[in-house]
């Protein structure tokens, strides 16, 4: 058929007519993580690692540094943590076995080792030593090297069953029964002294010294306190009066504990939700037991109690069932030149009722610094605390603010960011917390919020104010999304901060996508407007990637790849934006890498959420249905399941009021307050339900609805252009007789296109309304009257298309080139210019696409060119899209069964078919170059926790797997060293009476006396030294080295010299024995030859 039109349509698929051009690659996978198990973050550095129950551990860092980890076996991770000082990251995994990764290799983390224990329940890395603490069920703590990699001889018992043991050999028996299984919860170093731990079992906890633990006959003296809660009898405790047991010594269980940073006080959780907190220097008995409703749980008050006890009688009485304390975070802050420090916050997940649970609390507590305590007559001894510190502390026990961290879901871990401090637990000087969730879906995803709350410690940091351009005469009985939605309400939210992209969605799971390209000068405003505005996310700075130089090549042809961007959409409304160029990845070498891939543009994000939370208009909860994006209007609309369209324009565009009323359009008021560019304008309200939408770049809406009709809108008003009325599909019979009943036709593909028909040949704004009877009608757009409006001519042109035609699948080309004709601004201009003649203008091609064929037309209504069809083993058609490449232009299909199929243009000859690189996806979008983003379901009630990224036309193409130098830099702050209960004195400044261990020396100490000479081998990055600089760093790593093995050369020689003068000196005592023996011996001989001589003189 082609070949009677050669004269006018040529050949547009040259370079991509062989089965050979087509070569179907992946070039990157993103994996989302559905099933977070454990996470941990390295201030310094600024690296924050995610575990998954499926074994795999993500590392997120700066630009472009993204790894992926794999226990063994593919084992789900438990515990997850980064050794600082040692520069490796290590997870347990369910089967109680710890992996060991080497950060300091350059590519991925080298695996080093494994170690297996008996069954973990607590895990505590230090940034001051290379040891690892791991607490067991049996209540032992053991510890392992990770500076030789292996485990330590050093092994603290059971100190609690020792403790009860010991308090029952002196006659104080428990007033509860034991548990016969004393489990460790939690064990955490002293904040300010590395030879103290605290070790939180079952029962209670112990502060024990490290040094004692050396040789076994000092374990009970190792033991410097034990804090033990035990409930009287009448206390309400965290359950409240409703209990049977309320009569009886009760002790709850121990769960969690946090020290203040100060290291004079320290709160445990306990399984009631009751929170217990301790002076380090006094385990006679808490500061204060509350909870998070009431203070003093533990104290006895006889008139409430003889009414609770009859309701209790009467069947009245009620049992407050709360969340055990699953966990605490005692934070301090850089705000206060006292060295005791300011006001704390104490992070509390757990406590709630049942009503509330899966929150997390914060309270914010004064800052504690006594002054001096007044002087007594009596002699205070030492070693107690003295009651004057004991109240100032129970004073800074009271909360002065509150505030909750609700999520989207059941929270069920957190973790707090430092901004660089690594020390107190990770807990000091935070300004996110990373929240754990629960999904519907039965999933765990994190989301990250500002911390501390709002408005306390810090001034609070508000976004830039967006001020959008009104005119006076403004209505001012708009209706919005969220009237009472302004910056005084918002004050009081947590503002939500940005993650990597894996994680950027957050409680959200993934539901739709369109990866688009985009004109340079369309992307480059992209990028500017998304400068414009300001977002927070996660400080992730740690590591630089680097490309692969071998590949220079294919690095080099990047620059000459289209701009891409990529729109996710979520279920909780929220659309993101991500640049998708290759040429973020085209850096110069030896210089690292400056963008992430993807580079997320999220100052262009849209929450529809964030206005729909609080309106009737949107109260019955509608999903997103689809959405349509211009890129050079950056005008935004987004289709509801409810039969609204939200419409979106840049929060610097002119807000004017209609100049008629429409009941279909409903005005909203802008934003004033954003963290997007994009602003809610108005909605369009249909009387059935969406079917789909289409903007155009020249500022015009269509939108069709499931019954058949099709609204168009003029932005500009906005305005409704035409009510298009719906067509009848056929005609049947109906069951109850001869009665006839109508099937609408409804419209399921619209097309924008400024193009000739052969019926009208000048370029005009056209509609075209693909129906799924298989027509297709023209509407052209004609600008008449003064002031001159947009109308649409009054008579239609209907054609035939292909049946059941697919949203998106059809196209209008250039005959010539195969360049899209949509409706651009650059087109619009070209059909102006070209207005008055029409010999210079080029026909058109229609290509259109069903779910079963595909039809190519001339000038939309012209004579057809080509013809496919596919048989049913090949599936249905669900996505379509004309491809580039060198020039030559192609059609794809995508079915259902996950098989491409390839076409020429225009006359449809079959080139090749393929199978897709995923056997389950449940959405695809593909863009002109021929890239394509699959979105892969899980098995987990097909949620998407996979995004493969890849093309049609794998030749000389980047891989995007950048090769990673974390580099990591050792800590500017040094280990806090132990604070004065009372003010710091003049004398105490100069002079530290109380000096601790370092960090080696407890290394020393835990290694025993056998330890390996550590050796630390100097690590070439990527960068490329000069020979100059390898020779100096392998110099300094050798002097290093040496200065090591010299000092340990030189400390064990010193040991052995020490170890020989004992031992001489024992034969020296030995020696000077056997002497003064010999000598008696002489001696009395002596005397016994003298007295026999005697007896034999005298004749005895």
């Known amino acids: 058929m082609l070949s009677k039109h050669n004269t006018r349509y040529v050949e547009l698929s040259t370079d991509v007519h062989d089965e050979a051009d087509w070569v179907i690659g992946q070039l990157r996978q993103f994996d989302i993580p559905y099933t977070i198990t454990s996470f941990a973050v390295e201030p310094t550095t600024k690296l924050l690692a995610i575990g998954t129950s499926n074994g795999a551990v993500y590392i997120h860092g700066g630009p472009a540094v993204d790894v992926k980890l794999l226990t063994p076996g593919s084992v789900g991770v438990k515990f997850l943590g980064f050794a600082s000082l040692s520069q490796k990251i290590l997870c347990i995994d369910d089967n109680n076995v710890m992996h060991v990764w080497d950060l300091t290799t350059f590519g991925d983390p080298e695996y080093l080792i494994s170690a297996r224990f008996d069954q973990v329940t607590a895990f505590t890395t230090s940034p001051s030593l290379c040891h690892v603490f791991v607490g067991l069920q049996t209540g032992e703590v053991k510890t392992y090297d990770l500076a030789c990699l292996r485990k330590s001889h050093y092994t603290a018992p059971n100190m609690w069953k020792l403790y009860q043991q010991s308090m029952r050999v002196g006659g104080m028996p428990s007033l509860v029964p034991q548990s016969s299984s004393q489990l460790c919860v939690d064990q955490q170093l002293h904040p300010r002294d590395l030879n103290q731990i605290f070790v939180a079992y079952s029962g209670g906890v112990i502060l024990s010294n490290l040094a004692c633990h050396r040789c076994p006959c000092q374990t009970e003296r190792s033991t410097i306190r034990a804090y033990e809660m035990t409930l009287p009898p009448g206390a309400p405790g965290g359950f409240g009066y409703g209990m049977d047991d309320i009569l009886t010594h009760r002790q709850p269980e121990v769960t969690s504990m946090s020290i203040h940073p100060s290291g004079h006080l320290f709160a445990v959780g306990h399984a009631d939700g009751c929170i217990a907190f301790w002076a ?135 973790l707090l960011c430092p901004r660089e401090h690594l020390h107190f637990g990770g807990n000091y000087d935070p300004y996110a917390i990373i929240c754990l969730q629960a999904t519907p879906e039965n999933g765990r995803v994190v989301e990250a919020y500002r911390f501390p709350p709002p408005g306390w410690i810090y001034p609070k940091a508000r976004p830039p104010k967006v001020e959008p351009s009104t005119d006076q005469s403004e209505s001012p009985d708009q209706t919005s999304l969220d009237p009472q939605m302004d910056e005084e309400d918002s004050e009081d939210e947590g503002e939500e901060l940005d993650l990597p992209f894996q994680l950027v969605h957050g409680s959200a799971s993934l539901e739709s996508g369109q990866l688009l390209t985009v004109d340079v000068s369309a992307y480059d405003d992209l990028v500017d407007i998304n400068s414009s505005v300001v977002r927070e996310g996660l400080h992730l700075e740690g590591g630089q990637a680097y490309n692969d130089q071998s590949r220079g090549e294919e690095i080099r042809l990047t620059k000459f790849s289209p701009r891409r961007i990529f729109i996710t959409c979520d279920n909780r409304w929220r659309l993101k934006f991500f640049d998708f160029s290759a040429q973020l990845l085209a850096n110069v070498p030896p210089e690292p890498l400056k963008h992430h891939f993807p580079n997320p543009l999220l100052g262009l994000s849209v929450d529809l959420g964030s206005y729909t939370a609080m309106t009737s208009l949107l109260e019955d909860r509608p999903s997103v249905l689809c959405f349509s994006f211009a890129p050079e209007a950056l005008e935004l609309a987004i289709a509801l399941t409810d039969g609204r369209v939200v419409v979106f324009l840049p929060s610097t565009t002119k807000h004017r009021p209609p100049a008629e009323e429409y009941q279909e359009i409903i005005m909203l008021n802008p934003s004033a307050v954003s963290s997007s560019v994009f602003s809610p304008r108005f909605v369009v309200q249909g009387d059935a339900a969406v079917q789909t939408c289409a903007l155009s770049d020249t500022g015009f809406l269509a939108i069709s609805y499931r019954d058949g009709k099709v609204v168009v809108v003029d932005m500009r008003g906005p305005r409704i252009l035409s009510k298009i009325a719906a067509r009848s599909k056929h005609k049947r019979v109906s069951s109850l007789g001869n009665r006839f009943s109508s099937e609408p036709d409804v419209a399921t593909a619209l097309t924008w296109s400024i193009t000739p028909t052969d019926q009208d040949a000048k370029l005009r704004v056209r509609l075209l309304v693909s129906r799924a009877a298989g027509s297709v009608e023209i509407y052209a757009l004609l600008l008449n009257g003064n002031p001159a409006v947009w109308t649409i001519a009054e008579d239609s042109v209907t054609t035939k298309g292909v049946s059941d035609p697919l949203p998106g699948g059809s196209f209008v080309l250039d005959s010539k080139t195969g360049n899209p004709r949509g409706a651009s601004r650059g087109l619009f201009a070209a059909a102006v210019r070209l207005a008055g003649g029409d010999d210079a203008i080029v026909p058109s091609l229609f290509v259109t696409v069903g779910s079963r064929g595909a039809r190519v037309y001339s000038n939309v209504d012209g004579e057809r060119l080509g013809r496919a069809e596919w048989s049913s083993k090949y599936g249905t058609a669900v996505v379509a899209q004309v491809v580039e490449r060198m020039a030559s232009k192609a059609l794809v299909v995508i079915t259902d069964a996950q098989i491409g199929l390839a076409y020429t243009l225009p006359s449809l000859e079959h080139i ?125 790593s050798i002097a290093a080295s040496a200065a090591a093995a010299q000092a340990t050369i030189y400390s064990k020689l010193t040991a052995a010299m020490n170890e020989r003068g004992q031992l001489l000196g024992d034969l020296e005592e030995r020696f000077n024995s056997l002497e003064t023996g010999s000598r008696n011996m002489v001696a009395q001989a002596k005397r016994l030859a003298a007295q026999q001589t005697a007896k034999s003189w005298f004749g005895f």
């Not at 008050?301 to 009245?316: A, H, I, P, T, Y």
């Not at 407050?320 to 206060?336: D, H, M, T, V």
């Not at 004991?390 to 002065?400: A, D, G, I, N, Y």
Request: hydrophobic fraction near 30%; charged fraction near 20%; include cysteine.
């Open 280 to 414: 380090v220097d006094d385990d006679t008995k808490p500061l204060l037991v509350r909870t998070l409703d009431n203070e003093n749980v533990d104290q006895v008050d006889n008139s409430r109690l003889e009414k609770e006890l009859e309701k209790n009688q009467e069947g009245k009485g009620t049992v407050c069932i709360r969340e055990p304390i699953f966990k605490l975070a005692w934070s301090g802050y850089s705000n206060s030149s006292d060295p005791r420090g300011g006001e704390t916050t104490l992070t509390i997940l757990g406590g709630l009722d049942s009503k509330h649970g899966g929150s997390i609390t914060v309270l914010l507590f004064p800052a504690f610094q006594p002054p001096d305590p007044p002087t007594t007559d009596g002699e205070q001894d030492p070693k107690l605390l003295h009651p004057f510190f004991r109240e100032e502390m129970v004073k800074s026990l009271t909360p002065q603010n509150a505030y909750i961290y609700e999520g989207k879901g059941e929270i069920q871990d957190f």
């Open 912 to 1036: 090749t078919d393929f199978k897709m690189p995923l056997v389950e996806t449940s959405v695809l979008t593909v863009d002109r170059s021929g890239d394509f983003v699959a979105f892969s379901d899980s098995n987990q009630g097909g949620v998407v926790d996979q995004l493969v990224y890849g093309t049609f036309f794998d030749t000389r193409r980047t891989r995007f797997h950048p090769e990673i130098n974390f580099a990591m830099k050792s800590s500017s702050v040094s280990q806090p060293q132990p604070v004065s209960i009372g003010p710091a004195s003049l004398l105490g400044t100069w002079l530290h009476f109380n000096q601790t261990y370092s960090g080696r020396q407890i290394d020393d100490l835990l290694g025993g006396p056998n330890r390996p000479v550590i050796v630390k081998q100097a690590v070439t990055g990527a960068s490329g030294p000069s020979v100059a600089e390898t020779a100096s760093s392998a110099a300094t």
